[in-house]
């Protein structure tokens, strides 16, 4: 079969590069290309009878699915192949990509970084699971897009993801509730309720922040003139405050932050001269 080239852009010139983007093979009516994504239970039968990895891919099919609806809200994929090169046997590097093609899949984290160089080097569209805390590591080729939840695969492990993806175009980073919410609600992740979190004013004080405190080596003390015992706040809702609470001064609240911040040994980094240049050309 005859391979197609590409100019492709890297860095700050065109330079000819090899593509392995092939005219797509079309067998009575359909493609029988193995990384052609048809239903899950066609892509799941790719793992009988392969010996495991720890990299092997385990995605519930409501999570895959809620990936790939979500995909569908932000690229135009009417026309175009679902393509999951991901699983015991494959091969992404070797595998042939029809042109109307989008990898829509959970790859090894552990080569991570080099699958997302090679998508974008070979102008390939896709949008790929990637760890949590290290997405970053995609971003000289790609995108990020981050999610809030943890995600529970369907061997049992909770893994904290993100994705990566070169679909959305000069954005780098972007964070996604659509998505969020859309895989913190499938069945498979029986995900507890989000109780409602409250961030409280500097002027309440309680029992617990001077718990906090007493773990520094820095004073503090509050004079009778400068609290008051409360039992809630008028905004807050009815279930009200856990226990008595003092309402403080804003003098006494300033001092309260400072010895917080010094017994939760949190040191401040400043930023150098040079930093502070590369912020002021930002756009």
Known sequence: ??????????????????????????????????IVFHDYESYVAKFQDKEKT????????DIYEAVLDYVRSIYPM?????????YPGGDYERAEYPED?????????SMFTKICKFYSENNIPFFIFGPGLTIFSCLKYCSAVIIAPTIEFSNGAKVKCNFATNLIGDTLVTISHELSEAIAACPSQNQKVNLPKYRYPEELLSVSD????????????IRRSEA???????????????????LISEAAAVKAAAVKAAAENAIPIPLSEREKRIINNLK
């Open 1 to 34: 079969m005859k391979r197609e080239y590409k100019e492709l852009w890297l860095g700050d010139e065109f330079k000819p590069q090899k593509a392995i983007i092939k005219r797509k093979k079309i067998h009575n009516g359909g493609s029988n290309n193995p």
């Open 54 to 61: 720890t990299d092997d891919t385990y995605t519930p099919k």
């Open 78 to 86: 009417e026309g175009k192949e679902v393509l999951r090169p991901f």
């Open 101 to 109: 093609g989008v990898v829509i899949d959970n790859p090894p984290f």
């Open 210 to 221: 001077l718990q906090t405190m007493a773990k520094g080596k820095l004073q503090f003390s």
């Open 228 to 246: 008051v015992i409360v039992h809630n706040l008028d905004n807050h809702p009815k279930k009200g405050l856990f226990g008595d609470h003092l």
